[in-house]
């Protein structure tokens, strides 16, 4: 009877310790993963265009227009 109270203050110290290790975990793997992530907008505009064309997006004719006037030509 004496050690009923420990249970409650062993639970919430087995919590706390599982919380704090999974928010350290959490901000890590965020930390790692925001340089690899591929936003739009990170590329050239040439790499851009060249991405779109590899999708099919446009056909070779509209592509080299498109790059020509990206280069000025």
């Not at 009923?4 to 901000?27: D, N």
């Not at 925001?34 to 040439?46: I, K, L, M, Q």
Request: hydrophobic share 45%.
């Amino acid at each position: 009877m004496m050690n009923g109270g420990w249970g409650a203050w062993m639970f919430g110290g087995v919590v706390l310790m599982v919380a704090f290790w999974g928010l350290l975990f959490w901000a890590i793997v965020s930390l790692v993963q925001r340089p690899t992530r591929s936003d739009a907008g990170t590329g050239t505009a040439t790499d851009l265009l060249a991405e779109r064309f590899a999708r099919g997006e446009m056909d070779s004719q509209e592509y080299e227009s498109r790059r020509g006037a990206l280069r000025g030509s």
